[in-house]
C-alpha cells in the first residue's frame, strides 16, 4: 500500500466533541525524535494506554470502518500536540504496517489553509499534503516518508494509531 486514504466525517459529534476534550485534558511529556538521526524532539507526546477506554474506542472504530484491519496488530496508539510555529521532521514509522492519524478539532472549528497543520508526504519526488480537517481519518503505509506540520496560532493535536504484521 503506497497509497494515502481518507475518511472523513469519522465519528459522530459528540465522540468528535469528546475525544478532542480528552486531547486538551491529556498528561504530555516532550516528545520524541522522528528521525532517530540526530535531530532535536519536536512536539508534545501522551500515550495512549491499551487498557483506556479510548483505545478500546478507536480501535473498535477503526475495525467497523476497515474490517480487514483486524488481521494486523494494534501496537501503539498516542497524541501527539505541536505548539504553533513547531516544525518537526520527516519521517517513517517502520518498514511496514499502517498508520491511522485522526485530526480531533471541537465541533465548531473550521480549517483555513493559512493556518496549516497538514500532514505533508514525501513520494515520488514531490510533497502532498492531506489537510487537518476536522474529524477526519487518514491510512497510510507506514514506511512512506511524512511529517506534521504545526498550525500557525494555536496548537495542532493529531491521534496517531499505528498497526503491524502480527508476530506468528
Known sequence: MTQISVLDNFLNQESQQSIIDYCKDCNYHWGETDTGDGHPV????????????????????IEQAIPNIKMMELYRMYVNCFAPGENPYFHTDGDDGITFLYYPADTDWKWDPNEGGETQFYIDGAIQGVP???????????SLLHRATSFRSEHRFTIAIKYEEPNI
Open 42 to 61: 519536536t512536539g508534545m507526546v501522551s500515550e495512549i494506554e491499551e487498557d483506556s477506554e479510548v483505545f478500546e474506542f478507536f480501535k473498535k472504530a
Open 132 to 142: 487537518p480537517e476536522p474529524n477526519r481519518l487518514v491510512m497510510f503505509d507506514a
